[in-house]
């Protein structure tokens, strides 16, 4: 595994809970999401902005929404 890959074992209820926090922690100091569908699949090119815009007008308006409309 390479620079910035984190391997997070969640075989108990404590080490998910701290991998959830984990993942919580380095999403709200970066800005970013960690594996978002949506917006891998645009980054990789498997659909176009336009496709990656309709599906996010499908969503209700969240957290998680906003966050793929400031992506573009």
Same mark, same amino acid.
């Given at each position: 595994m390479g620079r910035g890959t984190a391997w997070l074992d969640t075989g108990t209820h404590e080490d998910l809970l701290e991998a959830a926090n984990y993942v919580r922690m380095i999403e709200r100091r970066q800005g970013l +999401?960690?594996?978002?569908? =949506? =917006?891998? &699949?645009? +980054?990789?090119?498997?659909?176009?902005? =336009?496709? *990656? *815009? &309709?599906?996010?007008d499908q969503m209700p308006a969240s957290s998680y929404s906003r966050y793929l409309r400031s992506v573009l």
């Open positions: +999401r960690i594996a978002c569908p =949506e =917006e891998i &699949a645009l +980054r990789m090119k498997y659909i176009s902005a =336009e496709q *990656f *815009f &309709a599906i996010v």
